[in-house]
């Protein structure tokens, strides 16, 4: 069975400039329709509102970082398996292990290209419904 098709992604990024490059290479050169929130609080207030089918999370924020808000994420009905992908500078091999422990379906570095980040999502979301 075909995966359906990834359309509405939750992006939790502190960065307004990473935000700013994230929604024109989600939105415009994607095609998805992309939420952005500016921290975890934020995205646990909105989550209802946009019903992502794939989340994407800064690790390093203040307040709640990355992994506390996937945590916070996954304890909300309908949103236990929904795949996630940390975007960090953080990716060697042993942190990338402990993102993939928490549950995340994908690492993506930054700074990242925006000219592929599209596709490097689609890609993992396609590798997350083939083992779902």
Do not use: H
């Given at each position: ?68 808000t996937l945590k916070a ?60």
């Amino acid at each position: 069975m075909a995966p359906e098709n990834l359309k509405r992604i939750l992006m939790i990024e502190d960065e307004p400039d990473i935000r700013t490059v994230a929604e024109l290479a989600l939105e415009a050169i994607g095609g998805f329709e992309l939420t952005a929130c500016e921290s975890g609080q934020k995205a646990l207030e909105q989550i209802d509102e946009c019903k992502p089918q794939l989340i994407v999370l800064d690790v390093m924020m203040p307040c709640m970082d990355g992994p506390e808000t996937l945590k916070a994420i996954r304890r909300l009905p309908g949103y236990a398996t929904t795949p996630a992908v940390f975007m960090t500078a953080k990716v060697q091999s042993d942190e990338v292990q402990n993102y993939l422990a928490l549950g995340a379906a994908g690492v993506i570095p930054k700074p990242f290209d925006p000219l592929t980040l599209a596709d490097q999502i689609r890609e993992i979301w396609n590798e997350a419904c083939a083992i779902g």
